[in-house]
């Protein structure tokens, strides 16, 4: 986990992350996610630009 997120090992536990190289970008998983938090990498809102990072991380893949 890249340490500039300033997230902590317990918020870690309760996140899903998304495939970034498997994604398709088919938008299915946007509509399901109890808590908005599902974009198009373009699109992210600036105050969740660290979690891209985070998201990659989560599979060994370096952004």
Known sequence: MPPETG???E???SML???PEECI???ACESVC???AIFPEASVPEQWQ???KLNYAAFG???
Request: charge should be positive; glycine fraction near 4%; proline fraction near 5%.
């Open 34 to 36: 109890p808590v908005t």
């Open 11 to 13: 918020q870690l536990k």
């Open 7 to 9: 997230i902590t090992k």
């Open 25 to 27: 970008d088919c938008g």
């Open 50 to 52: 660290e979690y891209i």
């Open 61 to 63: 893949i370096k952004k």
């Open 17 to 19: 992350f998304i495939h």
